[in-house]
C-alpha cells in the first residue's frame, strides 16, 4: 500500500480593485499591471460629476479610451439647478501578462469640475 498527500487547491487570491480620483480635475488615468500566471475579468466604472452654477448653456463631456483606443464618449447638456453627472460602465477580460491602461478624459462649458474617477472589481 502506498501512502499518498493530498495537498489543498492553492488559494484563489483575493479579487483586485484599483482606482483613480482626479477629483475636480479633467483627466483620469488608470493602469492596471499585468498578472503573469492568470487572466483576470474586471467591472470598470468611470464617472464624472459636474455643477452648472445656474447656466442655461452648459455642457459636460466625457471620454474613455482603453489601451489607447475610444472605448465611448458622450456629451450632454448639463442640468441648470445643481449638479449632473455621465457615468460609464463596462466589462474586460486582461490576459496574463497584460496591463490595461483606462483614460476618462473630460470638458465642460459653463460647468464646473466636482469629481472624475474610475475603479476597477475583480470578479
Known amino acids: ?5 493530498t495537498s489543498p487547491a492553492p488559494a484563489r487570491p483575493a479579487p483586485e480593485h484599483w482606482e483613480a480620483d482626479a477629483e475636480d480635475g479633467d483627466v483620469a488615468q488608470l493602469t492596471i499591471p499585468p498578472d503573469a500566471l492568470r487572466d483576470r475579468d474586471f467591472e470598470l466604472f468611470c464617472g464624472l460629476t459636474v455643477d452648472a452654477r445656474g447656466r442655461d448653456d452648459a455642457w459636460h463631456a466625457m471620454r474613455v479610451l482603453v489601451d489607447g483606443s475610444q472605448e465611448w464618449q458622450r456629451r450632454e447638456d448639463t442640468q441648470p439647478s445643481g449638479r449632473d453627472s455621465l ?5 474586460r477580460t486582461v490576459p496574463a501578462g ?19 474617477r474610475i475603479t476597477a472589481d475583480e470578479d
Open 1 to 5: 500500500m502506498r501512502k499518498t498527500s
Open 87 to 91: 457615468d460609464y460602465r463596462f466589462r
Open 98 to 116: 497584460q496591463p490595461l491602461r483606462v483614460v476618462a478624459s473630460t470638458d465642460v462649458h459653463g460647468a464646473r469640475r466636482v469629481a472624475l
